[in-house]
């Protein structure tokens, strides 16, 4: 797209050390034909004097400091209406590009979509993990789950012409953006590359992870959206405000209750548990109670060979031992797990229960 100016927007406040990080991965980016546009919301700290410091390094850095802390989304608005850009690429002040980012996302940058984005690292400190996001992402997708993360190319009329972030969502505010702009313009054109480090291990100064902001912002954009969903994504979006309300008394209260209000309906004799980690341990004590036996552990990727003395095997494994009832011990995976069995199942012409 030859010399096509794409505005790399970065709100921060009273981050200064991360914010370095940050700006220096854009600046050392393939792609030269940049701006950097930083919205300071008000910040107390040191972050006026580390940016007129980088103003000195970089003539493409523009530096925008709000008298008032006015949130995350204004603050976002105001670098979007302040680029010359025909492209906006947002940047969290605690996660960096990598050199080649711009370069791909704008080479396969194509109208028929609705914007185009690629695979991150996660990087929790102690390990890392990459995304592994469908090629195209549906609205159907997003409606279970925010597949896409948290950043993306993307045109700035169509940004403008979407209404811009919502201001009065204090959460899930990039999920409110990429569902706005697929109902608009259609799918979302994923790259392979990873092309993004997003540092998880910094998340407890993100402004979503505060209990009663990400209530509050999940439960908004449930309701802005629950129009869109069946019964089940329904279900699996209150699951987790639930959860979040509840996070002082322990996680899993309200998909613990209905599962087992299924299971005191269906009351089998023996299942095989598909799930071994956090919310399994929290259930395993209830079945036991209930005098079901627990046959077999599923797990896709197994560990250990053993979970309190019960083999634990593949979905695979698991039908052809000759297995057809299953209970998901999942809720962030449930779908996948359904999927999985469901397919497996189809494959080896069998008939299995699932509890869900």
Same mark, same amino acid.
């Given at each position: 797209?030859?010399?096509?100016?794409?505005?790399?927007?970065?709100?921060?406040?009273?981050?200064?050390?991360?914010? =370095?990080?940050?700006?220096?991965?854009?600046?050392?980016?393939?792609?030269?034909?940049?701006?950097?546009?930083? =919205? +300071?919301? $008000?910040?107390?700290?040191?972050? $006026? *004097?580390?940016?007129?410091? &980088? &103003?000195?390094?970089?003539?493409?850095?523009?530096?925008? %400091?709000? #008298?008032?802390?006015?949130? $995350?989304? $204004?603050?976002?608005?105001?670098?979007?209406?302040?680029?010359?850009?025909?492209?906006?690429?947002?940047?969290?002040?605690?996660?960096?590009?990598?050199?080649? @980012?711009?370069?791909? &996302?704008?080479?396969?940058?194509? /109208? *028929?979509?609705?914007?185009?984005?690629?695979?991150?690292?996660?990087?929790?400190?102690?390990?890392?993990?990459?995304?592994?996001?469908?090629?195209?992402?549906?609205?159907? +997708?997003?409606?279970?789950?925010?597949?896409?993360?948290?950043?993306?190319?993307?045109?700035?009329?169509?940004?403008?012409?979407?209404?811009? !972030?919502?201001?009065?969502?204090?959460?899930?505010?990039? !999920?409110?953006?990429?569902?706005?702009?697929?109902?608009?313009?259609?799918?979302?054109?994923?790259?392979?590359?990873?092309?993004?480090?997003?540092?998880?291990?910094?998340?407890?100064?993100?402004?979503?992870?505060?209990? %009663?902001?990400?209530?509050?912002?999940?439960?908004?954009? !449930?309701?802005?959206?629950?129009? &869109?969903?069946?019964?089940?994504?329904?279900?699996?979006?209150?699951? @987790?405000?639930? +959860?979040? @309300?509840?996070?002082?008394?322990?996680?899993?209260?309200?998909?613990?209750?209905?599962?087992? %209000?299924?299971?005191?309906?269906?009351?089998?004799?023996?299942?095989?548990?598909?799930?071994?980690?956090?919310?399994?341990?929290?259930?395993?004590?209830?079945?036991?109670?209930?005098?079901?036996?627990?046959?077999?552990?599923? #797990?896709?990727?197994?560990? =250990?060979?053993?979970?309190?003395?019960? /083999?634990?095997?593949?979905?695979?494994?698991?039908?052809?031992?000759?297995?057809?009832?299953?209970?998901?011990?999942?809720?962030?995976?449930?779908?996948?797990?359904?999927?999985?069995?469901?397919?497996?199942?189809?494959?080896?012409?069998?008939?299995?229960?699932?509890?869900?």
């Amino acid at each position: 797209m030859g010399n096509t100016i794409v505005s790399v927007v970065i709100t921060t406040r009273n981050r200064s050390s991360l914010l =370095v990080r940050s700006i220096n991965s854009v600046r050392t980016q393939i792609y030269p034909h940049l701006e950097i546009i930083v =919205v +300071d919301d $008000a910040s107390s700290d040191n972050t $006026a *004097e580390v940016m007129q410091s &980088l &103003l000195q390094l970089d003539h493409r850095i523009i530096y925008i %400091k709000n #008298d008032v802390c006015l949130g $995350a989304n $204004a603050s976002r608005n105001k670098g979007i209406l302040s680029a010359r850009g025909d492209f906006v690429a947002g940047l969290d002040d605690d996660d960096e590009f990598l050199p080649n @980012r711009i370069e791909i &996302l704008l080479k396969q940058y194509d /109208p *028929e979509y609705a914007f185009v984005t690629s695979n991150n690292l996660l990087d929790y400190g102690s390990h890392q993990r990459p995304t592994q996001i469908p090629e195209v992402v549906k609205l159907k +997708d997003m409606l279970r789950d925010n597949v896409l993360c948290n950043q993306a190319l993307v045109s700035r009329s169509r940004i403008i012409e979407t209404g811009l !972030y919502d201001t009065k969502l204090k959460a899930c505010q990039d !999920y409110d953006m990429w569902m706005r702009l697929i109902q608009r313009f259609g799918n979302v054109k994923v790259v392979h590359n990873i092309t993004q480090v997003i540092h998880m291990s910094n998340d407890s100064n993100r402004i979503s992870t505060h209990s %009663k902001t990400k209530f509050s912002g999940y439960f908004n954009f !449930y309701r802005k959206y629950k129009h &869109l969903m069946d019964e089940k994504i329904r279900r699996l979006h209150l699951f @987790r405000i639930y +959860d979040i @309300r509840s996070s002082q008394e322990g996680v899993n209260q309200l998909p613990r209750k209905f599962l087992f %209000k299924q299971i005191d309906n269906l009351k089998p004799g023996s299942l095989c548990i598909f799930g071994t980690g956090e919310f399994m341990r929290s259930i395993y004590g209830g079945l036991r109670s209930r005098n079901i036996e627990i046959k077999l552990f599923v #797990d896709s990727n197994p560990k =250990v060979q053993y979970l309190f003395d019960i /083999p634990v095997v593949t979905p695979d494994e698991a039908l052809e031992a000759g297995e057809t009832c299953f209970l998901i011990a999942s809720v962030e995976y449930c779908k996948e797990m359904i999927d999985t069995l469901q397919h497996l199942a189809d494959v080896k012409n069998r008939s299995i229960c699932i509890v869900a």
